[in-house]
T-cell receptor, first 114, second 111 residues
Framework: NAGVTQTPKFQVLKTGQSMTLQCAQD?????MSWYRQDPGMGLRLIHY???????DQGEVPNGYNVSRSTTEDFPLRLLSAAPSQTSVYFC?????????????FGPGTRLTVT | GQQVMQIPQYQHVQEGEDFTTYCNSS?????IQWYKQRPGGHPVFLIQ?????EVKKQKRLTFQFGEAKKNSSLHITATQTTDVGTYFC???????????FGKGTKLSVIP
């Protein structure tokens, strides 16, 4: 199993550009989520999904869109990139259940917006 | 909303010294998880605690969940350079799918 994979690993965008961060998992996990990590701020939840066709907002959803058309994939879209979105983005997945199972993280995407 | 305070934010120790990080909540937690993130890496699950007063050990690591389920700690005995990284606690509210993370404790080990 590859686990959770993310592409790209690094990305530089100009203000106003849009892009999609890709995330895929091969563990048949129903729950997937996106976090951003900034220095001193820990991991903050952007969006999450409890299954195909179901998504919901986390703590910091503004400026981001998600969709979940398959169990395996959970892309994160930046609609119009801003410097405040410079961060490291982690995708994660886990087995179904409410908070009782370990979460697996992808390697992260390091995004810089200039 | 429910939040946890993780302390200290940073800790520098001499190799061989012990290390402890604490996760404190103002409200009762249904469960707590601990993760380790190496520099430049991604968070990796260490353990989950569910029961009041629970204590679990993994080699030199000891995890505790308080009797009131409002606090938790991670203790490392005789730190090694391989212990370097940031340790996060995380919790989910009762009936919630969301996992909320503390801000982490960054551990540096001086050889």
């Amino acid at each position: 199993n590859a686990g959770v994979t993310q592409t790209p690993k690094f990305q530089v965008l100009k203000t106003g550009q849009s892009m999609t961060l890709q995330c895929a998992q091969d563990m048949n996990h129903e729950y997937m989520s996106w976090y951003r990590q900034d220095p001193g701020m820990g991991l903050r939840l952007i969006h999450y999904s409890v299954g195909a066709g179901i998504t919901d907002q986390g703590e910091v959803p503004n400026g981001y869109n998600v969709s979940r058309s398959t169990t395996e994939d959970f892309p994160l879209r930046l609609l119009s990139a801003a410097p405040s979105q410079t961060s490291v983005y982690f995708c994660a997945s886990r087995s179904p259940g409410q908070g009782l199972y370990e979460q697996y993280f992808g390697p992260g995407t390091r995004l810089t917006v200039t | 909303g429910q939040q946890v305070m993780q302390i200290p934010q940073y800790q520098h120790v001499q190799e061989g010294e012990d290390f402890t990080t604490y996760c404190n909540s103002s409200t009762t937690l249904s469960n707590i998880q601990w993760y380790k993130q190496r520099p430049g890496g991604h968070p990796v699950f260490l353990i989950q605690l569910v029961k009041s007063g629970e204590v679990k050990k993994q080699k030199r690591l000891t995890f505790q969940f308080g009797e009131a389920k409002k606090n938790s700690s991670l203790h490392i005995t005789a730190t090694q350079t391989t212990d370097v990284g940031t340790y996060f606690c995380a919790y989910s509210g009762a009936g919630s799918y969301q996992l909320t993370f503390g801000k982490g404790t960054k551990l540096s080990v001086i050889p």
